[in-house]
């Protein structure tokens, strides 16, 4: 055997070894202990395998001189090596004595949660957003766009319902026109959005625009006087037209971009007031896209990894923030005091993790590192989209909707969080793509008077 076969084969055993060393402070402090699987050649029985063959005593010895201590027949009171390994690096590096006082922030399903390290809770909150919020009015106004394409595709199809469906959808954005237009008690002065009270002028004229608009295209394709089809739609209504200059996309993006200010704003507002110590921080993604659960598994394709690292004003170094896709969902969370053991089994996911990485690159010092690029900026990203224009989000749309490991919210999720975190969270001083900038050259505003629906 060649001495570069001999070498990987020392390395492949110590990286089985090593889920178990980078668990051990956790297995010498507590007796509640999470035993991460071992591979050995057993039956649930004992040691015996079903050919009737038992591994004799003197090889489990030394197996579990090096890992194990996670399995159930691990001797009692045994400090394995990369036990010890572990608790010297322990005594010289201050990153993996500290680690216990930082905060456990939890990103699971739709819900974030922050623990302290005495286990206790300092926030829970639900990142679906809330009816009050004005979530569901710019949704609604929003998927006007949409419902329109799908009219279109159904009349494709020779479907007949696409009028009637279209008849029942203009009526609706005739009674959203008279409700937005309403001077007393208006909507937007009751829905609870902080972050758009610098704008309110500015979205009262888009949904009116976006209204007038819709219902106006929609009363002449019903009276035979447009033509509908794909082209027509996006020719005469979504790129805009001679009556309407501002493309409907502009107010697609803006009302999304609206809902993720909102969200982003309320947490920003609560997180805060807790005065986390982010450099010490802990992140825990598993959170679920609604039911596109192959979705934002990578850092890459996550809008919560730049959104927690705006939250800290960027002092969360990004090796504290993982994503752990199949970590198990604790029935204890939200509980004001969680249990010990459900507290340890979230910590050590994200100790084992952190120290592995600090323990592999000190032990393995003289093989080569692979380096591997970050995915690159594409638009969308603040980055890439510092003066942001609408085709980009649009772009941005299309590749979420279409890649399965895109979440839907990445369309604004990415560049909102940048442009919070530039402007220091100040949102009279952001922009907002389709409310305060991305206008047709010579416009720059929504017009406060648009004409009523024929």
Not at 364 to 369: D, E, G, L, M
Request: charged share 15%.
């Amino acid at each position: 055997m060649k001495l570069s076969r001999i070498r990987i084969f020392h390395v492949m055993l110590f990286v089985f070894g090593l889920n178990d060393l980078v668990l051990a402070r956790t297995d010498l402090h507590h007796k509640n202990v999470y035993s991460p699987m071992v591979v050995t050649n057993q039956n649930e029985g004992g040691n015996t395998a079903n050919n009737g063959y038992a591994t004799p005593q003197a090889f489990w010895n030394l197996y579990y001189d090096f890992t194990g201590n996670g399995d159930a027949q691990y001797p009692k009171e045994k400090i394995n090596i990369s036990q010890t390994l572990l608790q010297s690096e322990l005594k010289k590096n201050s990153n993996l004595t500290q680690q216990d006082n930082g905060s456990l922030i939890l990103f699971i399903n739709s819900t974030l949660y922050i623990y302290n390290s005495d286990q206790q809770l300092e926030l829970e909150q639900l990142m679906r957003t809330a009816p009050n919020s004005g979530f569901t009015e710019m949704t609604a106004v929003s998927h006007i766009g949409s419902a329109l394409m799908y009219l279109a595709k159904i009349k494709e199809n020779g479907d007949s319902n696409w009028t009637s469906q279209m008849e029942n959808l203009l009526k609706d954005v005739k009674a959203v026109k008279e409700i937005n237009a309403q001077t007393d008690n208006n909507w937007l002065e009751q829905v609870n959005a902080p972050a758009w009270k610098p704008h309110l002028t500015l979205i009262h004229n888009m949904i009116d625009y976006a209204c007038s608009m819709a219902g106006n295209y929609m009363s002449e394709v019903l009276r035979g006087k447009q033509t509908f089809d794909m082209s027509s739609l996006q020719n005469n209504f979504l790129d805009g037209n001679n009556t309407y200059p501002i493309p409907f996309n502009n107010v697609m993006v803006g009302t999304f971009m609206l809902t993720a200010l909102q969200s982003m704003d309320e947490l920003h507002r609560k997180i805060a007031q807790l005065n986390i110590d982010w450099p010490n921080a802990k992140v825990i993604i598993r959170f679920v896209a609604g039911a596109n659960v192959s979705a934002g598994v990578t850092k890459g394709n996550n809008w919560l990894v730049p959104f927690v690292e705006a939250l800290s004003n960027n002092t969360l170094p990004s090796d504290r923030i993982y994503i752990a896709p199949y970590a198990a969902v604790k029935s204890s969370l939200g509980e004001k005091q969680l249990p010990r053991a459900d507290y340890d089994y979230y910590n050590n996911i994200w100790t084992s993790r952190h120290n592995r990485t600090i323990i592999a690159n000190k032990v393995f010092t003289n093989i080569p590192s692979i380096f591997l690029p970050g995915r690159p900026a594409i638009p969308g990203d603040y980055t890439y989209s510092k003066q942001p224009e609408i085709e980009d989000f649009l772009m941005r749309l299309k590749f979420s909707l279409a890649e399965p490991t895109q979440m839907l919210s990445n369309t604004v999720g990415f560049w909102m969080a940048g442009e919070l975190a530039a402007k220091n969270w100040d949102y009279n001083k952001i922009s907002i793509p389709g409310i305060t900038t991305g206008f047709p050259q010579g416009i720059s505003a929504y017009p406060q008077e648009n004409p009523r629906i024929q």
